[in-house]
């Protein structure tokens, strides 16, 4: 039997520096390495990226001790290789423009002009690599009067907006509340992989590499959408309204009998036949409640009237009811339910992948699901300056092949 030959991955024969630290950098690495692309992680010897300390829990070593391997670090540090390399040395930064010299893109996170500093900043690659993609990713960017100040997810999502419309609102005894994970980080990863691969395809159109400033800060309001164009539009500032949404409705949690119950009625259409389900017809032909705006301005009423009934029998109950009319309805899931529904499995979207020392390590999937070059799970994520003699082996093998060239 003749074996098909192996078809490349989308990105294979690029090769990544990720000198970045945390979640933003960290997350566009993994994902262009899931898509293929040979990722080096830059660490600092001794302590690595500041997410290896993040814990517990940490996967552990043989001996039960615990491991460099974080669970927050495993979530972002996938197919990739890491070495250790000081970069406040002469021979650190001698090792750092020889791997950019056989590299496509660097992603760093560092402060602006750290790296400058240091004789590694984007004016200094260039001199090695004219063509180099160079993504920066810092807090508030590299302009602007906010520009030396330090950005964490956190503090972004305070100052971006996002926590100003997140929690219930102050007559339901609400305040400002983060998002439960740190989404501004990961959103500036999807801005970040989204501008190296547009600067890539402009570098093989004409030859010429580029610098991307993005910011945590920038990225964090590009994404307040709708919650930004609405106020762009009336003048009015949105506030916090829980799990309500400011434009659709009804488009929310409401309690049940024995817990929460999302329902998402996207239209008039869907709405009569979400009264029908829940046994109350009559509350798609109230003036109030007709039209998706009429519902909007009269959600108080609305949702008194929803509460009242839907308190009469269970969420799995409701969830079929719903389903079974066509109405999108889903109960509130917790973490550890999501990740063992069949449906989660049945996409993929927990993956194993097996450490050095043998034993498996579980991680969360990739959700592209492409036909022709899907994406491979092929490394674990690495353990600090574990792969030093093959990349240093790699660096010289290319070295060589460029002076006989």
């Not at 001199?127 to 180099?132: F, G, L, Q, R």
């Not at 269970?314 to 973490?335: C, F, K, Q, S, Y």
Request: charged share 25%.
């Amino acid at each position: 039997m003749v074996e098909k030959p192996r078809t490349p991955a989308s990105l294979e024969g690029l090769r990544i520096l990720d000198l970045s630290r945390i979640l933003a950098g960290p997350t566009a690495a993994q994902l262009l390495a899931d898509l293929g692309a040979d990722v080096i992680k830059v660490e600092r010897p001794g302590v690595g990226d500041d997410t290896r300390s993040w814990g517990p829990p940490f996967v552990p070593n043989p001996d039960g001790s615990d491991s460099d391997l974080s669970a927050y670090f495993l979530s972002a540090n996938r197919n990739k290789r890491s070495i250790a390399i000081d970069l406040a040395t002469d021979e650190g930064v001698d090792l750092m423009k020889r791997l950019v010299a056989i590299s496509d893109v660097v992603i760093e996170n560092y402060k602006p002009g750290d790296l400058a500093r240091r004789g590694l900043g984007y004016e200094d690659i260039r001199a090695v690599k004219p063509d180099i993609v160079w993504c920066a990713i810092s807090g508030f960017g590299q302009t602007g009067p906010y520009a030396d100040r330090t950005g964490y997810d956190f503090l972004i999502q305070a100052m971006g907006g996002i926590m100003s419309i997140t929690g219930e609102p102050d007559s339901a005894g609400g305040r400002p509340l983060k998002v439960g994970l740190g989404i501004a980080d990961v959103m500036c990863g999807m801005y970040a992989t989204t501008g190296i691969l547009a600067a890539l395809r402009h570098r093989d159109r004409t030859g010429e590499g580029q610098y991307i400033d993005l910011a945590l800060y920038d990225s964090q309001v590009a994404w307040l959408i709708n919650a930004a164009t609405n106020h762009l539009v009336s003048g009015k500032v949105p506030g916090r309204i829980g799990n309500r949404h400011p434009n659709i409705a009804p488009y929310q949690t409401f309690r049940t009998a024995d817990g929460d119950i999302a329902v998402a009625v996207g239209n008039d259409t869907q709405f009569k036949r979400f009264c029908a389900a829940i046994d109350a017809p009559d509350m798609a032909e109230d003036i109030r409640f007709r039209r998706n705006r009429d519902r909007v301005i009269n959600i108080d009423a609305l949702d008194q009237r929803i509460t009242c009934l839907l308190a009469t029998d269970t969420a799995e109950n409701w969830e079929t009811r719903l389903l079974t009319a066509e109405v999108p309805a889903g109960r509130v899931a917790t973490i550890e339910q999501v990740l063992s529904n069949p449906h989660t499995l049945a996409r993929e979207m927990v993956v194993e992948l097996e450490q050095a020392d043998g034993e498996t390590v579980r991680l969360l999937g990739n959700p592209l699901k492409m036909s022709a070059t899907p994406v491979r799970f092929h490394r674990p994520p690495p353990h600090i300056d574990q792969h030093h003699a093959e990349i240093v082996s790699l660096l010289e093998q290319q070295e060589q092949g460029r002076e006989r060239r």
